[in-house]
């Protein structure tokens, strides 16, 4: 491969409701809506943007595992276990459905929690040494 692949531009979550959705994610999770029409929104959130697609009811990102589990398909970092139990402690106020804060046997500690569409996502308390070389190093 001559170039290599340096970022994530976009992810594309499934939403019933493009207006709803939009709103949810700027007042549950800090979200910017940098645009919006009947068909999707742009949501700008850990510096990244997100494309909430109108999709047919009942569609989601997640995922079942080999062992019949249902997986989330990404993971938001946070630095370090007190961010993490202060992130879980502001979604669980805000009613956000969340799960409890759990010891996978890796470093760190995860979450997970949904949207108003069932999309799961994770939150770990590791920030990746990348992010932070690049950008906590200063």
């Known amino acids: 491969m001559s170039g290599k692949l340096l970022r994530v531009g976009t992810v594309y979550i499934p939403v019933t409701d493009v207006e709803q959705s939009a709103g949810w994610y700027a007042d549950h999770l800090g979200a910017e809506v940098s645009y919006r029409d009947e068909d999707k929104a742009i949501v700008n959130l850990a510096d990244q943007s997100f494309f909430l697609v109108k999709a047919a009811e009942g569609e989601c990102s997640n995922f079942i595992d080999i062992h ?71």
Do not use: C
């Not at 046997?105 to 590791?126: K, L, M």
């Open 68 to 138: 019949g589990k249902e997986r989330f398909s990404l993971t938001f970092e946070v630095n370090g276990l007190e961010a993490l139990e202060s992130v879980h402690e502001e979604f669980r106020v805000k009613g956000i459905h969340v799960g409890d804060i759990e010891d996978r046997g890796h470093a760190g500690r995860n979450f997970v929690f949904d949207d108003p569409d069932g999309n799961r996502f994770d939150v770990w308390s590791e920030l990746s040494p990348a992010y932070k070389e690049k950008f906590l190093s200063h």
